[in-house]
C-alpha cells in the first residue's frame, strides 16, 4: 500500500569549518564529475587524442553554468533580473538595508542550460577541430547521467516541486510548511534520466558507428524533453505568472520551450540532411 513520505532533509551536506556544502551543489559535482568520467572513456575509446579532451570540461562548465542562468533570469524571473543585472550575474543576493550577500546562483533552467552547452561545444570545435557532430553525440551519452543528479539536488532542496497527490501517497515537503502529500516530480525526472542515461549506454555499445551521426544528440534531447513535457504534467509551475499561460493554452513555459528541442532531437534521430552534412564523412 502506497504511503506518504515526510520530506525534510537539511539542505546542507556537510560542513568543514567555515566550508559549507549544500546538497545541490554536491549533486552538481557529482554529475558533472560522472558525465566527465563517460565522454573520457568515449574519447579514449574513439582514439581522440587527449590534447582535444583536456579543454572540453572547461567549455562545457562554463557554458552549462551561465546558459542555466540566464535562461532562468531572462525565461522565468526577466522583469527582476533586468533591474537587478548584479544577481544575474553573480551569486549574490541585494539586501534590503543596503549591501550584498553571497547566496549562491538561486535559479537555474535546463533548457538554457542545454542551448548554452551546444552554443559552448560549438566553440570548442571551432578550437580543436573535432568533428561537431561526434562531439554532440558523445556529450549525449553522458548528458542523462548529470541531469539526473541535478534533479535529486532539487529533490534535496524541496524546490520545483510537483502538484497535490489528493491521496495518501506522495512526498510531505516538510520544509515548505506543508502537510499534505505532492508528486515527487524532481524524482519522476532523476529515475527517467537515469534510464537513458543506462539505454543510451546500450545503444552505443551495440552500434559505436552511430557517434558523429546525430543519433545519440537526437536521442538525448528528445527523450528528455519529451519527459520533461510529460512530467510537467504532474509539477506545480515555477512562475506565478504562468498560471494565466497553462489557462490560455494549456502548456507551462517549461513545456513550451521542452518543444523546439524536441523538434531538434527528432530531426536528429531520424538522419536530417544538415546532421549528414556536418557528421564526418
Not at 134 to 144: C, F, G, K, S, Y
Not at 187 to 208: C, D, N
Not at 230 to 256: H, R, S, T, Y
Request: with cysteine; hydrophobic share 50%.
Amino acid at each position: 500500500m502506497l504511503a506518504s513520505i515526510l520530506w525534510n532533509p537539511d539542505i546542507m551536506a556537510f560542513k568543514a569549518g567555515p566550508l559549507e556544502v549544500r546538497w545541490y551543489a554536491l549533486f552538481w559535482c557529482i554529475g558533472l564529475a560522472l558525465a566527465y568520467i563517460v565522454v573520457y572513456k568515449l574519447y579514449r575509446r574513439q582514439q581522440i587524442p587527449q590534447e582535444k579532451f583536456d579543454p572540453l570540461f572547461l567549455y562545457c562548465f562554463v557554458g552549462i553554468l551561465a546558459g542555466a542562468r540566464l535562461g532562468h533570469c531572462l525565461l522565468y524571473e526577466p522583469g527582476y533580473f533586468l533591474t537587478h543585472p548584479v544577481e544575474m550575474l553573480l551569486p549574490v543576493k541585494m539586501l534590503p538595508e543596503g549591501g550584498w550577500r553571497c547566496t549562491g546562483y538561486m535559479g537555474l533552467a535546463s533548457h538554457g542550460g542545454t542551448l548554452g552547452l551546444i552554443i559552448a561545444l560549438w566553440l570548442y570545435v571551432r578550437k580543436t577541430g573535432v568533428n561537431l557532430m561526434r562531439v554532440l553525440d558523445n556529450i549525449a551519452i553522458a548528458t542523462p547521467i548529470a541531469a539526473c543528479c541535478i534533479r535529486l539536488g532539487n529533490l534535496m532542496n524541496s524546490e520545483i516541486v510537483g502538484k497535490p497527490t489528493g491521496t495518501d501517497y506522495g512526498f510531505v515537503f516538510g520544509r515548505l510548511g506543508e502537510t499534505f502529500p505532492r508528486h515527487p516530480g524532481q524524482l519522476y525526472e532523476a529515475v527517467a534520466y537515469f534510464v537513458f542515461f543506462l539505454v543510451g549506454l546500450w545503444l552505443y555499445r551495440r552500434r559505436p558507428n552511430r557517434v558523429g551521426t546525430g543519433f545519440f544528440f537526437g536521442f538525448c534531447l528528445s527523450s528528455i524533453f519529451l519527459f520533461r513535457l510529460f512530467v510537467e504534467l504532474f509539477k506545480e509551475v515555477q512562475e506565478p505568472w504562468e498560471q494565466g499561460m497553462v489557462a490560455a493554452i494549456g502548456l507551462n513555459q517549461g513545456q513550451m520551450l521542452s518543444l523546439p528541442f524536441i523538434a531538434v532531437g527528432l530531426y536528429c534521430l531520424l538522419g536530417g540532411r544538415l546532421c549528414r552534412r556536418l557528421g564526418e564523412k
